[in-house]
Nanobody, 120 residues
Framework: QVQLVESGGGLVQAGGSLRLSCAAS????????MGWFRQAPGKERNFVAF????????YYADDVRGRFTISRDNAKNTVYLQMNSLKPEDTAVYYC?????????????WGQGTQVTVSS
């Protein structure tokens, strides 16, 4: 099973950018689709973005499409989330996980996440 550690969160002003990283352990990382998710206080964890095993197919939630970009480097066992034009409503704890096509399922264990706070 792949173990995941998220990093790169922080405090940023609205309109700013952050890049999140998700470092994975295990030699089978490159065989998994990967997704980013987020959970705001008092709300459910929601899907943000998906990337397939090779990195040539991506899919985004409607509210981040055009602002966020998911990518991966299989040589480094890492998946990234570039977040631009951040809004206060993007404030949440961000998690990565393995998942099937468009994160319809196939989740592994959740990591600790990384906090993103966007000030207005």
């Amino acid at each position: 099973q792949v173990q995941l550690v998220e990093s790169g969160g922080g405090l940023v002003q609205a309109g700013g950018s952050l890049r999140l990283s998700c470092a994975a352990s295990g030699r089978t990382f490159s065989s998994y689709g990967m997704g980013w998710f987020r959970q705001a206080p008092g709300k459910e964890r929601n899907f943000v973005a998906f990337i397939n095993w090779s990195g040539d197919s991506t899919y985004y939630a409607d509210d981040v499409r055009g602002r966020f970009t998911i990518s991966r480097d299989n040589a480094k066992n890492t998946v990234y989330l570039q977040m631009n034009s951040l809004k206060p409503e993007d404030t949440a704890v961000y998690y990565c996980n393995t998942c099937h096509w468009r994160c319809s399922g196939g989740f592994g264990s959740w990591g600790q996440g990384t906090q993103v706070t966007v000030s207005s």
